[in-house]
């Protein structure tokens, strides 16, 4: 009995990693039939745009990964992005001589700004994250259009060096991937080893049983909305160096791309489960299929089709995997005497 | 048999502890006192005050009069964290572990060991747990998840947790509500070696058996009250339970003598695996029937399942000789059966909408003119209602949820009357309402008996099941264990049946 409960549990194990390792495998059939299909697919200038692409999905989805887990949401990374990268604009505008570290800094420090108020509003007015980030979508970006007044910055009037920074490479990767890179190891390091972090899976899987193990649960989702505000602001300051023409509308609509490379990277959506790994594979699988469906010469209008499938795929293995897992891990029911 | 040990000096105290939610006085006057190596039960009936008690006890609820000490130091704690840190363990009922998570991880969750940069030691981790688990007798994969392990071996999760900490004092909330024979004894095993390392182990439960063969002195609670406290090898289990009860049987109760009818709602095996099992009974019309029993007995489960809110497995429900589909509350409204829920403001009423609304609900439809419910109809049939039921409400277009418990309860009651039910099935008709308005309640049930309604009464308060019952049926476990008539019921044959001993001589 035990031996063999021991072996469930083995199996049960496995299929935890068989989520992060089956979007890996997708993406590697994803990139080897459209590799085969056009061989200039992986050539050096393609490699490198795949990996800026998926940069700023990837930023973003480990933030909403950190929230996802502590069973919250944030709708609003899409306006903050916009609002950090406009203000880089302005910054660059104004100080034309500034150094990168300042506008990272402000990017960073606005999108912080933002990710208190959420986490302020969830954690002590104790509204939904849902409501207080839809809420908060339209707010930022409200501000981001009324500050901008329908002024573009071009590129043009960007510093040669941030523009740089957009483009250059470094052992073949570009630098702006580095930084997505560094997030996702700092962020999942911290999860991972940290007291703090594995608090946050706590919070998720059980939120009244956090509370009663004396988890300080409003602190720690405050926490979580501040991180995943810095970088979305962080992600506004790369976007402004990637594209350098900025107007209030960028980033529009993204927080949904986030939210669904969240769930496709198998982070469970109520919380608890889940990797930031996961959810950074999940969003480069979906930035790559942006970019190879119009290699393999599909009509765009599948993209958003094969998007909303995975998804659903995505959920539905969440289920199935959920369901496996509770049969083979119930060692024996318990019954009344 | 436990032996009697010198306790010099009590480890915890609580005297004259108090607290109030709004109006519900939850715990009036608690007084324990625990001593190191020393297993104590802590019983009383449903609504007692015990699980008030423990989660005072577990720094969830801060008391609003009365003093906690520990080793003779008084203690306030602001949050389960101060109970923990002051090494007060508490297993609920329901064990309250994180699924997702590893049971190491659940054990040393806020306190795992750390090595360099305060990185979490997960090989400390692992090892802490296998050694806590060896000391327990048990083997469990530190590394699997808590996500499908059986109540009991949650329960030594919890168990080890407190080992983690060293906790001196150990809180059970009825452990052994959900464990098998084997699994009891084996829980006891570790309870008694605890017991052996000098812990306070404060032992909740029902089962009298289990009282009397692990704890050496047992407290006895009623109405939120401390009522004695003595060695379990003084007392019986007879004077323990009159003095759960305790309480004169009341001539609150207006019951009015009925002749019953014929047979209007007939329930056959009905059995939802896990939850009851083969649940027989039929209700004649004039007749109250109450279904008794402890919380979690499954009787509310059991009127839900007839009524078709839940699903059940096997088993039939008729009403007038008709079966009616398992699962579709329509279906048994169609067919005349009215349940008022146990809990009023989640399941009884919208508690945002006005009086009006809420009382007409169940006839949205009967009342409607071209598929319109216009609110003049709405008005003039709630306001028929509400002052046959005397609901006392300012203004009927008011949320209901300005209104006191014991008037929203009566609007509860005028939206099922107003169906004008063959089947009555009322859950906790008298929770949390006032003693005036209760008894008004009690005046109509017995009325509407009259008028040749068949009315099934599920309650925890033993007074009003006496009072008002027929015929009282004792469920224990997910079993109908008892039929007890009108003039065989009383508080000690109705406790007896409902904590599963054999009804007779205690």
Redesign the interface.
Known sequence: M?VR??GD?RG??RLFVVRELGIALALVLLVAVTTIYNPRFLNAQSRKDLMLGATILVVLAVGQAIVVITRNVDLSVGSILGLSAFATGKLFLAMPDAPIVLALAAGVGLGLLCGIVNGALIAIARVPALVVTLGTLYVFRGIDYSWAAGQQINAADMPSGFKRMGTQTLLGIPVLALFAIAVLLIAGFYLR???SG??M??I???P????????PVGWRVFTAMAVSGALAGLAGVLYAARFGTLDAAAGNGIELQVVAAVVVGGV?IFG??GSVYGAALGAVLLSTIGSALPVLRIDPFWQQAVVGALILAAIGLDRALTAR????????????? | MPERAEHPAPLLTLSGVGKSFGAVHALVDGQLELCAGEVHALVGENGAGKSTLVKVL?G?HTPDAGVMALAGEPVSFS????A?AAGIAVI?QEP??????SVA?NIF????P?RSL???DSAAMRRRTVELFARLGV?M?P???A???????QQLVEIAKALSFEARVLVMDEPT?????VE?ERLFAVVRSLREAGAAVLFISHRFDEVFALCERVTVMRDGRWVSTDPTAEVSVGLVVRRMVGREISQLYPKQETTAGDTVLQVRGLTRL?VFDGVSFEVRAGEIVALAGLVGAGRSEVVRAVFGVDRYDSGEVLVGGKRIPRGKPAAAMAAGIALVPEDRRQQGLVMELSIERNATLTRRWSLSRLGLLGPRIEREDAYKWTQRLQVKAGHLADPVSTLSGGNQQKVVLAKWLSTEPKVLIVDEPTRGIDVGTKAEVHRLMSQLAGEGVAVLMVSSELPEVLGMADRVLVMH??RLVEEIARDRADEESVMLAATGQKAGPA
């Open positions: 035990t409960a021991r549990v049960a194990r080893w940290y007291r594995r608090e899976y706590a998720g899987s059980d009244a049983a956090a509370r009663l193990s004396g988890i469970a608890g489960s897992i509770a049969h083979r891990l119930r060692g024996r029911r318990a019954r009344g005497a | 577990a969830v949050g389960p964290a101060d923990r609920y309250t572990l994180f699924p997702d998570l991880e969750m806020g306190r795992q750390l305060r990185r979490i083997r994969d590394d699997r998840p996500r499908g392990l059986s109540i009991a071996d509500a959900a464990l098998s024979g009891v896990g476990e997910g």
